[in-house]
Protein backbone atom coordinates (compact mmCIF):
# COMPACT_ATOMS: atom_id res chain seq x y z
CA UNK A 1 0.00 0.00 0.00
CA UNK A 2 1.64 3.05 -1.21
CA UNK A 3 0.89 6.57 0.98
CA UNK A 4 1.00 9.81 0.00
CA UNK A 5 1.09 13.04 2.38
CA UNK A 6 -2.63 14.65 2.43
CA UNK A 7 -1.60 17.23 5.03
CA UNK A 8 1.86 18.74 5.95
CA UNK A 9 2.41 20.84 9.13
CA UNK A 10 3.64 24.90 8.62
CA UNK A 11 7.87 25.04 9.64
CA UNK A 12 7.58 24.84 13.42
CA UNK A 13 9.60 26.92 15.63
CA UNK A 14 12.53 25.72 17.99
CA UNK A 15 10.87 25.29 21.75
CA UNK A 16 13.62 26.65 24.10
CA UNK A 17 12.48 24.33 27.45
CA UNK A 18 13.86 25.82 30.47
CA UNK A 19 11.13 24.55 32.16
CA UNK A 20 10.06 20.83 33.16
CA UNK A 21 6.35 20.95 31.48
CA UNK A 22 5.60 19.83 27.78
CA UNK A 23 6.21 22.42 25.34
CA UNK A 24 3.96 22.81 22.63
CA UNK A 25 5.74 23.40 19.47
CA UNK A 26 4.13 26.54 17.93
CA UNK A 27 4.38 28.04 14.24
CA UNK A 28 7.79 29.58 12.74
CA UNK A 29 5.81 32.06 11.52
CA UNK A 30 4.19 33.56 15.00
CA UNK A 31 5.05 30.97 17.72
CA UNK A 32 3.56 32.69 20.31
CA UNK A 33 0.17 32.85 18.99
CA UNK A 34 -0.74 29.35 16.86
CA UNK A 35 0.35 25.99 17.42
CA UNK A 36 1.50 24.02 14.55
CA UNK A 37 -1.04 21.31 13.95
CA UNK A 38 -2.20 19.19 11.48
CA UNK A 39 -6.09 19.02 10.41
CA UNK A 40 -7.69 15.79 10.01
CA UNK A 41 -10.50 16.76 7.42
CA UNK A 42 -12.34 15.15 4.40
CA UNK A 43 -13.15 11.62 3.76
CA UNK A 44 -11.23 9.77 6.12
CA UNK A 45 -13.50 7.20 8.06
CA UNK A 46 -12.19 3.66 8.12
CA UNK A 47 -9.07 4.54 6.72
CA UNK A 48 -5.75 3.67 7.86
CA UNK A 49 -3.92 7.32 8.70
CA UNK A 50 -0.47 7.58 9.83
CA UNK A 51 1.10 10.81 11.69
CA UNK A 52 4.54 11.59 12.00
CA UNK A 53 6.53 13.81 14.15
CA UNK A 54 10.26 14.11 13.35
CA UNK A 55 12.92 16.16 15.08
CA UNK A 56 16.22 16.63 17.02
CA UNK A 57 16.68 18.05 20.85
CA UNK A 58 19.68 19.31 22.18
CA UNK A 59 20.12 19.64 26.01
CA UNK A 60 21.82 21.59 28.17
CA UNK A 61 22.38 19.00 30.87
CA UNK A 62 21.71 15.67 31.98
CA UNK A 63 18.14 15.31 31.60
CA UNK A 64 15.23 12.62 29.47
CA UNK A 65 13.44 14.11 26.38
CA UNK A 66 9.67 12.60 25.89
CA UNK A 67 8.57 13.07 22.32
CA UNK A 68 4.43 13.66 22.77
CA UNK A 69 1.95 13.62 20.39
CA UNK A 70 -1.17 15.17 21.32
CA UNK A 71 -4.80 15.90 19.74
CA UNK A 72 -8.45 17.14 20.25
CA UNK A 73 -11.69 16.65 18.99
CA UNK A 74 -13.53 19.29 16.83
CA UNK A 75 -12.91 21.95 14.80
CA UNK A 76 -10.72 24.45 16.49
CA UNK A 77 -7.72 24.03 18.71
CA UNK A 78 -7.94 25.26 22.54
CA UNK A 79 -8.75 29.22 23.62
CA UNK A 80 -5.12 28.25 25.58
CA UNK A 81 -3.61 26.10 23.07
CA UNK A 82 -0.31 26.08 24.47
CA UNK A 83 -1.32 24.09 27.34
CA UNK A 84 -0.68 20.99 27.36
CA UNK A 85 -4.13 20.17 29.96
CA UNK A 86 -6.29 21.10 27.23
CA UNK A 87 -5.31 18.35 25.10
CA UNK A 88 -5.82 14.81 25.01
CA UNK A 89 -2.37 12.50 24.81
CA UNK A 90 -2.27 10.39 21.96
CA UNK A 91 0.87 9.20 22.73
CA UNK A 92 4.12 9.58 24.53
CA UNK A 93 7.99 8.04 23.88
CA UNK A 94 10.08 6.41 27.28
CA UNK A 95 11.74 9.17 28.68
CA UNK A 96 15.05 8.96 27.42
CA UNK A 97 18.41 9.74 28.61
CA UNK A 98 19.86 12.91 26.60
CA UNK A 99 22.78 14.03 28.69
CA UNK A 100 24.27 17.43 27.45
CA UNK A 101 24.28 16.05 23.71
CA UNK A 102 22.10 16.52 20.41
CA UNK A 103 19.95 13.44 19.40
CA UNK A 104 16.74 12.79 16.93
CA UNK A 105 13.03 11.39 17.73
CA UNK A 106 10.33 10.24 15.82
CA UNK A 107 6.79 9.48 16.85
CA UNK A 108 4.37 7.77 14.28
CA UNK A 109 1.09 6.58 14.88
CA UNK A 110 -0.83 4.49 12.68
CA UNK A 111 -4.56 5.54 13.30
CA UNK A 112 -8.18 5.24 12.17
CA UNK A 113 -10.72 7.45 12.49
CA UNK A 114 -14.76 5.70 12.43
CA UNK A 115 -17.77 8.27 11.85
CA UNK A 116 -20.42 6.00 12.95
CA UNK A 117 -18.60 5.62 16.64
CA UNK A 118 -17.05 9.28 16.19
CA UNK A 119 -13.66 7.76 17.95
CA UNK A 120 -10.00 7.46 16.56
CA UNK A 121 -8.08 4.62 17.27
CA UNK A 122 -4.92 3.17 16.98
CA UNK A 123 -1.49 2.78 17.70
CA UNK A 124 2.18 3.96 17.96
CA UNK A 125 5.76 3.89 18.73
CA UNK A 126 8.43 5.94 19.17
CA UNK A 127 12.40 6.67 19.35
CA UNK A 128 14.80 8.93 21.23
CA UNK A 129 18.38 9.14 20.54
CA UNK A 130 18.25 5.28 19.02
CA UNK A 131 15.84 3.78 21.44
CA UNK A 132 12.69 2.74 20.57
CA UNK A 133 9.20 2.07 22.06
CA UNK A 134 7.52 -1.00 20.37
CA UNK A 135 4.62 -0.54 18.78
CA UNK A 136 2.11 -0.47 21.59
CA UNK A 137 -2.22 0.93 21.50
CA UNK A 138 -2.56 4.48 21.66
CA UNK A 139 -2.96 6.27 25.41
CA UNK A 140 -5.76 8.61 24.51
CA UNK A 141 -8.64 7.85 22.70
CA UNK A 142 -10.46 10.86 20.86
CA UNK A 143 -14.23 10.32 21.14
CA UNK A 144 -17.25 12.55 19.75
CA UNK A 145 -15.53 13.36 16.44
CA UNK A 146 -17.41 14.19 13.12
CA UNK A 147 -17.20 14.84 9.68
CA UNK A 148 -20.13 16.78 9.25
CA UNK A 149 -20.65 18.82 7.65
CA UNK A 150 -20.47 17.36 4.26
CA UNK A 151 -16.57 16.43 5.19
CA UNK A 152 -15.69 20.14 5.13
CA UNK A 153 -14.54 20.57 8.95
CA UNK A 154 -11.56 19.22 11.14
CA UNK A 155 -12.81 16.02 12.53
CA UNK A 156 -9.76 16.56 14.96
CA UNK A 157 -6.13 18.47 15.34
CA UNK A 158 -2.94 17.02 16.01
CA UNK A 159 -0.08 18.65 17.86
CA UNK A 160 3.42 17.94 19.06
CA UNK A 161 4.95 18.69 22.33
CA UNK A 162 8.21 17.68 24.10
CA UNK A 163 9.22 17.43 27.33
CA UNK A 164 12.68 17.91 29.40
CA UNK A 165 12.81 16.07 32.94
CA UNK A 166 15.95 18.88 34.20
CA UNK A 167 14.98 22.88 33.22
CA UNK A 168 18.20 24.26 31.36
CA UNK A 169 18.56 27.16 29.34
CA UNK A 170 20.38 25.28 26.70
CA UNK A 171 17.44 22.71 25.96
CA UNK A 172 16.27 22.73 22.67
CA UNK A 173 13.56 20.95 20.93
CA UNK A 174 13.15 20.67 17.10
CA UNK A 175 10.74 19.94 15.07
CA UNK A 176 11.34 19.47 11.51
CA UNK A 177 8.43 17.65 9.65
CA UNK A 178 5.29 16.95 10.69
CA UNK A 179 2.75 15.00 8.66
CA UNK A 180 -0.82 13.15 8.22
CA UNK A 181 -0.89 10.23 5.66
CA UNK A 182 -3.45 7.81 4.27
Not at 94 to 120: C, F, H, M, Q
Request: glycine letters at 10%.
Amino acid sequence: MSTAAIQRAQAAAQVNANATTAQIFGLLTNPTVNVCTLPLVGNTSQKRLRVTAVGYVTTGTTTNVTATLIGIAGQSQPGTPFTIGNWTTIAASTARAVNSASAPWIIEADLIYDNVSGKLHGKFSAEVNNLVDNWAAITGVLTGLSDAPANTMPVALFGVAITFSAANGGNIGNLGDFSLDA
